[in-house]
């Protein structure tokens, strides 16, 4: 018998000596170790091998495995090769080696009989300490734990067949090489402070042979569209590409130099905002801090980065550095200890765009927390602490208790004693208090904030606290008040039990009825358990609180204890009832008719020892029927009436009974009785004097009872009629009363007499009287207005007298010498120059002595120019305010110089006459003016103001520019009057001279008033036309001379200045329309 | 036949009231409105504590979508919704004076759930809670401006509410 022995020997010999691409005989592929291992066996001398001492011995070859099918082929080895294969199973932690020879799979294929081949495999790993052997005839599987640890695992396989025997060379397995690399880890990302986003990752393993990776990412909503990214030699790689907003997903794997990829590394999520370089900062106070800030959304510029500081300051743009378009720093220096944030946020109009992200800094010290304390001695001691603190930071709460007093824990600190810190058990958070229990009043606790992430380095500076010295107490229990007939309110109360050291005391205390304005009267501090007040009045019951603290040392004030209300002391019942009065209101809808009584007050002063705590309400109705309400010392009690004859009694009460002398009220429907004769009333500014007849042949009423409605409450202001309603009872035998108050004057007055049975037929008497105020007002209006009016009658002369005193007399002149103005009716009578006057009635001859030269400029031959040159002449006296203020808006206004004089040598004889000069406008409003001027020509005008005050009826028209225009002159009485009220003083002739050397060009306009008619005039101001028609107002001037003397001929303009002034000199200037 | 006539309305008033509301729904109404105005109040005395820079905004309506911005409200379902998502964010955030409006919230959620049960309204799970888990993690270290974002959002929803009370009426 043939017979094959195989034995594999592995010895483990560690990793480093074997080349990871070395299988020393095998090789590494699809993370398995293949080898292919031939051997040649003695195959002649095997027959009489059973009978040798020492069996004969093969050689055995490993070729190359990756093609076994030319190996298997060798002539020498065929027929006894092995295919040995090893793996890793069991989660990596078993090697399985595996060999099986050629010729088991030839003889499952041929069927045919052949000797046997015995495979022997030896495992050895020395790192595990374990071996494993195993054999098998043609094939054998041998499996080795190795504890999830790599090892150089060593083989032997020795093959027998038919007593011959082949000894495998040495074979050695990497299981390293047979497992995948595993994946980085901690893949995270920086950014830079250039805006540059890098990702980073280390290696699973410190001996990590991984040279290749690749990095790939997509946006967490697409997983589908990786974006992948190849690394080599470096494990980190720059994202630029990477959009802001995105939550990103990206994982990373490397290769090992046999080219197997790890597994994605666990995946990586991130969104980017604004990445903040560093984003928490330690620094101390005063240092500068410089932070950058990345905004990764393109869209926004670091030109336009805002910082904020903690959200609720602007930094100053001057701390700002833009490092690029998207990177932008701030420098801030942080004076005191504490925490901060930075936010960095994008201008927008006209805010500031942030996202959540920001910056934090630890300033390291102490900061002050502010904190207080109070604590509560009761069941479970407990101390509540407050602090102030950055909205921003999380906080704990720590404390430390100490034994001894905390006057000398400075000394103490560090000492044994000193128990570890507790923490509030609320724990880090934004919480601005903490209660601590279970804690001992008489310890000291050393109590601090620290800012949640300071690594201990930020925290506030501690306080020591003596619970007991920051008790809140309890308040006061057990109060008891009583108001005593002596006007003395007697209260005492008991004291917290804890805490246990004397104790002072407030009370405070309110009348009970002055509840709705509460004014609390507080009387302390009180050293005993009680207190006695004086009071102003008997039977008032009041409101009592009282609270506590500590007497002496510090602490807090208690809570105010509950309320108490005192007790009226009394020893009788009261005796009378109060007098009462009632409204009735019918509901138009429900047919329900309301009665409310209004109860008179004055009984809560009544007898100390019989005080009136509240009311009884007795109701009999019609078949005897009786009820009763009780109630409070309220002023009005309501209930409804049911049209029949009802009977209400008002009593008072105490706790010991009800009063004995009451009044009562009969509500009746029939019809009441009258017995009230007259009844009327007089008022004055304070008081309504009241007074009444009765009839004589009637019963006298038990009394009677007078109402009126208070106008002063408003009823659109829900002023009820019964809180409206005022009223006044009054005696039988009374037939008269005076009421002093305030009226307005319209009260209505009822008088109603009450009956035992009822009430008589009511009458009613409304008082009225005219307002003092108001005649008052109206004399001093009326007053006034005879001031105003004097006044005016005043300045009006003495503008006259102004006006025209440089006006020269007519009468002086020759050509009116003779002329009685007041005779002339008509201008024909005054000039009676025909012709002239028809064809252009203002055109007057000028007089070789005395004229009036009216000039006129020459204009562009517009109707309404010509119009505005002769405005200032005509306008009519109650016109001058209208004209004024519209003088006052043209740019050029008139004016009317009345001293301006001219005069010709031949009038310098005329030494009384003056001159007024007109000077023209040429503005537009003028010709509004002149219209509004002829348009009211019935008034009899002033001509004052600033323009030249001309008074005087001129019949015909003589300076009405209606007749400027040549037309006809039919009417030539026409309307214009104007007031002659000006005397025409003479001056000098200086001013004559004067005006006439400097050659004034100005378009003069001399008119002759006759000052006789001054006092006419005055009087005719606010007369009509049609008055002022008949009122002649005759102007005193001879126009004959005046015409025989010159031409009637139209005077140039250019030349009005060489015309001799003669006085009064009357020109104008006729412009036919074309 | 008599009978029967009878029996059908006796059934169907006895099925009404074997299926009625627990809590009618105005008396619900009220309590909603009651709860959520008590919220929106609480936020507003949280976040003006922060005294932020009037001019600030931070987190615009079309970021951070995983907190609930300007949700539209479309019966209990959606609220319930809502209001969970919302809940989720504040259970994640440090503790402090948060946590009240955090029990506000569930009690509100409390009330809202029997309710639905009464209507017999299927609940549903939030769709974004991996999302939102992402988001409270990558910015646990911005909790102060989480918290002021998603306490101003839940403030918004909460006036919504008062404002559309009937759509408790419907799932």
Not at chain 1, 464 to 477: F, L
Not at chain 1, 498 to 512: K, N, S
Not at chain 2, 91 to 110: A, E, F, N, W, Y
Not at chain 2, 142 to 156: E, S
Request: glycine share 4%.
């Amino acid at each position: 018998m043939l017979a094959l022995l195989v034995n594999f020997i592995t010895i483990s010999q560690g990793l480093a000596a074997l080349s990871p691409s070395d299988g020393r005989g095998g090789i590494y592929e699809d993370l398995k170790w293949k080898a292919l291992l031939c051997c040649e066996l003695p195959f002649a001398q095997t027959l009489d091998d059973g009978l040798s001492e020492h069996p004969p011995v093969g050689q055995c070859q490993l070729l190359n495995a990756t093609k076994p099918e030319s190996s298997s082929k060798s002539p020498t080895l065929s027929g006894n090769c092995l295919d040995i294969l090893c793996w890793l199973e069991g989660e990596q932690t078993n090697l399985i080696c595996n060999a099986k020879s050629h010729r088991a799979a030839a003889a499952a294929s041929l069927f045919a009989v052949r000797p046997q081949l015995v495979v022997q495999m030896n495992v050895l790993s020395d790192e595990a300490n374990h071996a494993a052997q195993c054999a098998g005839e043609d094939t054998a599987m041998c499996s080795i734990s190795l504890h999830g640890n790599d090892a150089t695992v060593s083989l032997n396989i020795s093959i027998s067949l038919n007593g011959s025997t082949a000894l495998s060379p040495k074979m050695q397995v990497s299981t390293h090489h047979l497992r995948r690399p595993e994946p980085p880890v901690n893949l995270h990302y920086n950014v830079t402070t250039e805006g540059e986003v890098i990702f980073r990752w280390s290696d699973a393993q410190p001996n990590s042979d991984a040279i290749n990776f690749e990095i790939r990412y997509a946006s967490n909503s697409s997983l589908q569209q990786w974006e992948v990214v190849k690394v080599k030699g470096r494990s980190w790689v720059s994202l630029n590409e990477l959009s802001s907003g995105i939550r990103y997903m990206v994982q990373v794997r490397c290769q090992s130099h046999i080219n197997y990829w790890s597994e994605w590394s666990q995946p990586f999520y991130f969104t980017l905002g604004v990445s903040y370089i560093p984003a928490e900062i330690f620094t101390t106070p005063g240092s500068e801090v410089t932070i950058y800030a990345v905004f990764h959304n393109r869209s926004w510029s670091a030109s336009k980065a805002v910082w904020m500081l903690n959200g609720q300051v602007k930094i100053p743009e001057s701390q700002y550095r833009v490092i690029n378009e998207q990177v932008s720093a701030v420098t801030v220096t942080v004076d005191e200890p504490g925490f901060d944030t930075l936010m960095c946020c994008h201008q927008w109009g006209e805010r500031f765009k942030c996202i959540i992200a920001y910056a934090k800094i630890y300033t390291e010290g102490m900061f002050n927390a502010d904190f207080t304390c109070q604590s509560k001695n009761s069941e479970v001691d407990t101390m509540s602490c407050e602090w102030n603190k950055s909205a921003w930071a999380q906080v704990r709460l720590l404390y430390r208790q100490y034994t001894s007093m905390c006057e000398t824990i400075s000394e103490m600190e560090g000492s044994e004693e000193a128990e570890e810190n507790m923490e509030c058990p609320s724990g880090a958070g934004d919480h601005r208090e903490c209660t601590l229990r279970n804690l001992s009043l008489f310890s000291c606790y050393k109590i601090w904030l620290e800012v949640e992430g300071g690594r201990g380095k930020v925290r506030s500076f501690p306080v020591y606290v003596a619970p007991i010295d920051y008790v809140k107490p309890s308040p006061p229990s057990v109060l008891e008040a009583t108001t005593l007939p002596n006007k003395i309110l007697s209260v005492s109360w008991s004291r917290p039990r804890l805490p246990v050291y004397d104790m002072q005391y407030e009370l405070r205390f309110v009348a009970l009825r002055e509840m709705a304005n509460t004014q609390w009267k507080v009387i302390g501090p009180l050293l005993e358990p009680q207190a006695e007040i004086q009071l102003k009045e008997s039977c008032i019951q009041f409101k009592v609180e009282v609270r506590c603290r500590r007497l002496n040392g510090s602490g807090y004030w208690s809570d105010w204890s509950m309320s108490y209300t005192s007790v009226v002391y009394n020893s009788k019942a009261p005796e009378m009832g109060p007098d009462f009065w009632r409204v009735i209101e019918e509901h138009p809808v429900r047919s329900v008719t309301n009665v409310t009584l209004i109860i008179k007050q004055p009984v809560l002063a009544g007898d100390p020892y019989s005080c009136v705590e509240g009311l009884v309400i007795e109701h009999r109705a019609s078949g005897r029927a009786v009820w009763s309400n009780e109630t409070t010392l309220a002023q009005f009690h309501s209930f409804q009436w049911r049209k029949e004859a009802h009977t209400v009694t008002v009593m008072s009460r105490n706790a010991l009974g009800i009063s004995t002398q009451n009044r009562n009220m009969t509500l009746s429907h029939q019809p009441k009785r009258r017995c009230v004769r007259s009844f009327s009333a007089v008022a004055n500014s304070s008081c309504v004097y009241l007074s009444w007849s009765l009839l004589s042949d009637h019963p006298v009423p038990q009394s009677f009872v007078i109402e009126w409605l208070d106008l002063k409450k408003d009823p659109e202001q829900d002023v009820s009629l019964t809180e409206r309603l005022q009223w006044v009872r009054v005696q039988s035998a009374s037939r008269d009363l005076s009421l002093c108050r305030r009226f307005y004057g319209s009260e209505e007055f009822t008088l109603y007499p009450v009956f035992v049975d009822g009430e008589g037929e009511p009458v009613r008497y409304t008082a009225t009287r005219g307002d003092p105020a108001a005649y008052i007002l109206l004399l001093i209006i009326a007053f006034l207005s005879v001031v105003l009016f004097v006044t005016l009658l005043m300045s009006q002369n003495q503008m006259r007298k102004l006006m025209w005193k440089d006006v020269p007399n007519p009468n002086k002149c020759s050509w009116a010498k003779g002329m009685d103005f007041r005779q002339i009716n008509t201008i024909e009578n005054l000039f009676p120059h025909s012709e002239g006057l028809t064809a252009c009635p203002l055109l007057l001859v000028s007089e070789s002595i005395c004229e009036v030269e009216i000039i006129e400029k020459t204009h562009p031959v517009t109707l309404e120019h010509e119009q505005d040159n002769e405005v200032p002449i005509y306008k009519s006296g109650n016109k001058t305010a209208t004209d004024s203020a519209l003088l006052a808006d043209s740019s050029e206004p008139l004016s009317l110089e009345a001293s301006t004089a001219a005069a010709t040598p031949e009038t310098s004889g005329q030494s009384s006459v003056t001159y007024s000069t007109v000077l023209r406008s040429d503005q537009p409003s003028l010709l509004r003016k002149q219209q509004e001027s002829l348009s009211s020509s019935s008034d009899e005008g002033n001509f004052s103001a600033n323009n030249s005050e001309i008074s005087g009826s001129f019949p015909g028209g003589l300076w009405d520019l209606e007749n400027h225009v040549c037309s006809d002159s039919a009417n030539p009485r026409h309307s214009s009057s104007y007031n002659s009220v000006e005397e025409f003083s003479e001056t000098s002739d200086q001013d004559y001279e004067a005006s006439e050397s400097t050659g004034v060009a100005k378009d003069l306009y001399y008119l002759e008033v006759n000052e006789e008619e001054e006092e006419e005039d005055e009087e005719e101001i606010e007369e009509t036309q049609s008055e002022q028609e008949n009122n002649e107002i005759v102007m005193k001037v001879d126009a004959r001379p005046l015409l025989e003397g010159k031409k009637s001929t139209a005077v140039d303009s250019s030349v009005s200045h060489s015309i001799p002034l003669y006085l009064p000199q009357f020109r104008t200037e006729c412009i036919n329309p074309p | 036949m008599y009978f029967s006539a009878l029996l059908y309305p006796c059934i169907l008033a006895m099925l009404s009231l074997v299926h009625g509301i627990p809590i009618h729904s105005d008396s619900l109404k009220n309590l909603v409105k009651l709860q959520a105005d008590t919220i929106i109040i609480r936020i507003k005395d949280h976040n003006a504590e922060l005294k932020l820079y009037p001019k600030l905004l931070i987190g615009d309506p079309e970021l951070y979508p995983e907190v609930p911005a300007d949700k539209p409200i479309q019966g209990l379902g959606s609220i319930m919704d809502t209001i969970t998502t919302f809940q989720k964010v504040l259970q994640r955030l440090p503790k402090g004076r948060v946590s009240q409006i955090h029990i506000d919230l569930s009690t509100l959620l409390g009330h809202l759930k029997e309710r639905m049960t009464s209507m017999h309204c299927t609940s549903k799970e939030p769709a974004n809670g991996r999302a939102l888990d992402a988001f409270l993690e990558d910015n646990a270290t911005h909790h102060i401006t989480v918290r002021y974002l998603a306490l101003d959002r839940l403030k918004q929803f909460m006036q919504k509410l008062i404002v559309n009370l009937d759509q408790l009426k419907s799932c």
